[in-house]
């Protein structure tokens, strides 16, 4: 038999040709260090979790977690203030005081 061609079907077996004792040599990052690594580093990231304290781990859960919504009222408020001064020609004071929202909302939704 064609050596190529035992590689070809002992890649297309995988555990069975490790268990006939006749895989194929290992080659690029999946090495058998590479695997031990890998592990060793998912280790230390538990290791390194599990030594917060644990403020700090729910301060940072809720960070993670609101994170979209903080980002989402930021864009409001910069989107109100640049529709606002740049192109409604307002005053930059006026931008964050209720009753401008107010007066805006009655000239929309009046019935005149």
Do not use: C
């Given at each position: 038999?064609?050596?190529?061609n035992?590689?070809?079907v002992f890649?297309?077996?995988g555990?069975?040709?490790?268990r006939a004792g006749a ?7 999946e090495?058998a260090a590479g695997k ?5 580093k ?6 390194a ?5 644990p403020a700090?781990r729910?301060?940072l ?5 609101s994170i ?9 408020a ?13 005053s930059?004071?006026?931008?964050f005081e ?7 909302y009655?000239?929309v939704?009046?019935?005149?």
């Open positions: 038999m064609d050596t190529k035992d590689t070809v890649e297309g077996l555990a069975a040709a490790e895989a194929p040599p290992e080659s690029g990052p090495t031990t690594e890998g592990r060793t998912k280790q230390q990231k538990r290791e979790r599990a030594r917060r304290h700090l729910v301060l859960w809720v960070l993670r977690k979209v919504p903080i980002l989402l009222l930021v864009a409001l910069g989107g109100l203030y640049i529709g606002y001064t740049k192109l409604g020609n307002g930059g004071d006026d931008v209720w009753s401008t929202w107010k007066h805006m009655d000239l939704f009046s019935n005149a």
